[in-house]
């Protein structure tokens, strides 16, 4: 363990209110390079969300509670966190969970498009047209695929939850 993050997992072992300690970003993906900092995510069962950088160390804190309600924006980075501390098998849990729900797809979204490449599943290729060209039937092609894999994966209620004009667009006809 590195050294900045090890003094951080054994005073947590210690305090009865730490539940865990993840760490995130490009340090959990193994895709840090020389100027990448250490995202360390201390998990407490009560107390006030927080973030202080010193130096190559960011040290967040937050509740469980937030981390199982999390945003869907910051789900794939919480998918990727590798879980350094988990007290009461709450936080991995929740980790996995995270990862389960992005997308309803066969893998795991990353976190930064600079890392999605070879974990998009069926659905690359065509991500890529998609991103390369904007051609809309190519869009449509995509979104039709998007809804039968979450509704193979049983996110169907997810993707009746997105909200906007994905219906009404779906009908336009291009020649």
């Known amino acids: 363990m590195n050294e900045l993050v090890r003094p951080i997992v054994e005073a947590a072992e210690r305090d009865p209110n730490v539940v865990g300690v993840l760490l995130k970003g490009s340090q959990s993906m193994g895709a840090a390079d020389e100027e990448s900092d250490w995202d360390v995510v201390l998990v407490l069962?009560?107390?006030?969300?927080?973030?202080?950088?010193d130096g190559p160390l960011e040290l967040i804190?937050?509740?469980?509670e937030r981390v199982k309600?999390?945003?869907?924006?910051?789900?794939?980075?919480?998918?990727?966190?590798?879980?350094?501390?988990?007290?009461?098998?709450?936080?991995?849990?929740?980790?996995e969970a995270a990862g389960d729900l992005l997308m309803g797809?066969?893998?795991?979204?990353?976190?930064?498009?600079?890392?999605w490449a070879g974990r998009l599943g069926e659905l690359e290729p065509l991500?890529?047209?998609?991103?390369?060209?904007?051609?809309?039937?190519?869009?449509?092609?995509l979104q039709a695929a998007v809804e039968q894999i979450a509704t193979a994966h049983g996110f169907r209620d997810v993707y009746d939850a997105w909200n906007g004009d994905i219906d009404r667009v779906m009908t336009f006809r291009f020649e």
């Open 127 to 141: 991500i890529v047209e998609v991103a390369r060209t904007a051609d809309p039937r190519k869009q449509q092609e």
């Open 61 to 64: 804190t937050t509740t469980l």
């Open 105 to 115: 797809l066969e893998g795991k979204r990353a976190p930064y498009t600079e890392y």
């Open 69 to 95: 309600g999390v945003s869907s924006w910051e789900l794939p980075a919480l998918a990727h966190s590798r879980v350094l501390l988990d007290k009461t098998g709450e936080l991995a849990v929740a980790v």
């Open 45 to 53: 069962l009560e107390g006030e969300p927080s973030q202080k950088k």
